[in-house]
Every structure is written in structure tokens, then in C-alpha cells.
């Protein structure tokens, strides 16, 4: 499986950035998939999954200003991040989850670097 993060880059808070992942190697449509993160000194965390029908989750601190959709035509998932604040701060991965919890199916990908500051 290859996982192949893009869209990350430095933005002031409140700002707003679009992180895209393509997936390869494994039959996307039928695989939920999430974005995690992973800030300096702290565990990766699922921020956001969505099922192959659409269906999503989030985690708290991301509700209401991170959308998570996918393309699965293009085999990509997408992460629009709007309002965002220092402590969204992390590199930024995307995965197949194992349930609900923060491991994930396959290895990780190079990720990419989302930073919010002034």
C-alpha cells in the first residue's frame, strides 16, 4: 500500500489549508480512511475517518472546522482544515484506521507538515 500525502504548508491562525492523500495498492472504495496527526513530543491521533459511503467521524477539537471527503474514482482522500489554530499544528498523515482507535492498518506515508502561526 503507498500513501502519499500532500498540501501542507505554514499558515497564519484562523487561515485555512487543503491536505490530499492518494491511495494506492489496496481497493479504495471499500476501505474506511482517516487523517491523523502527530505534533512534536505528542502520540499520533485519528482526527477524522470516513467510511466508503461517506459516512464520517471527527474528533472533538476538529468539529465544525475540519471536513474530511473523498474521490473514489481518483482514489483520494481530502482534509479541508478552515479556522485554523496553533495547536492544530502536526504533521498530518492519512491511513486505514483499525476501528476507532489511533493505530492504523498499513505503514505510514511521509505525511505533511501543517504549521499555524503568526
Known amino acids: 500500500v503507498r500513501l502519499v500525502e500532500s498540501g501542507g504548508g505554514l499558515v497564519q491562525p484562523g487561515g485555512s489549508l487543503r491536505l490530499s492523500c492518494t491511495v494506492s495498492g489496496i481497493n479504495f472504495r471499500l476501505y474506511t480512511m482517516a487523517w491523523y496527526r502527530q505534533a512534536p513530543g505528542k502520540q499520533r491521533e485519528l482526527v477524522a475517518s470516513?467510511?466508503?459511503?461517506?459516512?464520517?467521524n471527527y474528533t472533538d477539537s476538529v468539529k465544525g472546522r475540519f471536513t474530511i471527503s473523498r474521490n473514489n474514482v481518483y482514489n483520494r482522500v481530502i482534509l479541508q482544515m478552515n479556522n485554523l489554530k496553533s495547536e492544530d499544528t502536526a504533521r498530518y498523515y492519512c491511513n486505514v484506521p483499525v476501528g476507532s482507535s489511533d493505530r492504523s492498518r498499513y505503514g505510514w506515508g511521509q505525511g505533511t507538515q501543517v504549521t499555524v502561526s503568526q
Open positions: 470516513i467510511t466508503g459511503s461517506g459516512s464520517t
